[in-house]
């Protein structure tokens, strides 16, 4: 049984540019959920995806966004990328919907923005 | 809105020794849950120990135990025999049972607290 996996595990932006992260979940899992943990912080959540859709979204704002494919695997774009970005991207998948089978995470993205 | 607070940032312990890592956390809802998570330098978030609100038995896993007071909405983390291996950040985290605009509970977390192991 394979874990989450994400990519690239490092990456270097400059303000402005767009990112795209990605994520593998765990095998079974068809909720994948998105956090951003900033240096010293607990992780915030930025959104979530069920069956291709988005059906929870934390405050972030709209050049935060996201795609789930049909074998579940997911992306998190970032638009206009601020400095304030900066942090470590984690995505966390779960095998079902509103049941409490616990998350998955992953190793996350540290994101660095220059 | 939920929140979660963590009021120690840094904790240490010897090895072999016991230590108790606090949270508190506020809600007006009945039914949630109460995770506390491992994350080490590897980054990845370990979950360590879950409690269901409605519960009122404490939860245990081996050498990890949690101290649920509901009345008072505190959640501390009991770690037995400290070990090397467990020198991490912790993260206390809450998630509601409800579903709101058709999503299951995220995830809301605490700032953390730093645990170091001394041998």
């Known amino acids: 049984e394979t874990g989450v996996t994400q990519s690239p595990t490092h990456l270097i932006k400059t303000r402005g540019q767009q990112v795209t992260l990605r994520c593998s979940s765990q095998?079974?899992?068809?909720?994948v959920s998105w956090y951003q943990q900033a240096l010293g912080q607990g992780p915030q959540f930025i959104f979530q995806?069920?069956?291709?859709?988005?059906?929870g979204r934390g405050n972030f704002p709209p050049r935060f966004s996201g795609l789930q494919f049909p074998n579940y695997s997911s992306e998190l774009n970032v638009n206009a990328l601020e400095l304030d970005d900066s942090a470590l991207y984690l995505c966390?998948?779960?095998?079902?919907?509103?049941?409490?089978?616990?998350?998955?995470f992953g190793s996350g993205t540290r994101l660095t923005v220059v | 809105a939920q929140t979660v607070t963590q009021s120690q940032p840094e904790m240490s312990v010897q090895e072999a020794e016991t230590v108790t890592l606090s949270c508190t956390y506020d809600?007006?809802?009945?039914?949630?849950?109460l995770f506390w998570y491992k994350q080490p330098p590897s980054r990845q978030m370990i979950l360590v120990i879950r409690?269901?609100?409605?519960?009122?038995q404490n939860a245990t896993e081996n050498r990890f135990s949690v101290n649920f007071q509901k009345a008072a909405k505190s959640f501390s983390l009991k770690i037995s025999d400290s070990q090397l291996g467990d020198a991490a950040m912790y993260f206390c985290?809450?998630?509601?049972?409800?579903?709101?605009?058709?999503?299951?509970?995220?995830?809301?977390f605490g700032k953390g607290t730093k645990l170091s192991v001394k041998p």
């Open positions: 409690q269901e609100a409605y519960k009122q």
């Open positions: 809600t007006s809802e009945s039914d949630y849950y």
């Open positions: 966390a998948s779960t095998p079902i919907r509103g049941m409490d089978y616990g998350y998955t």
């Open positions: 095998s079974g899992h068809n909720t």
């Open positions: 995806y069920y069956r291709e859709e988005e059906n």
């Open positions: 985290a809450y998630r509601s049972l409800r579903i709101y605009g058709g999503s299951q509970g995220n995830l809301i």
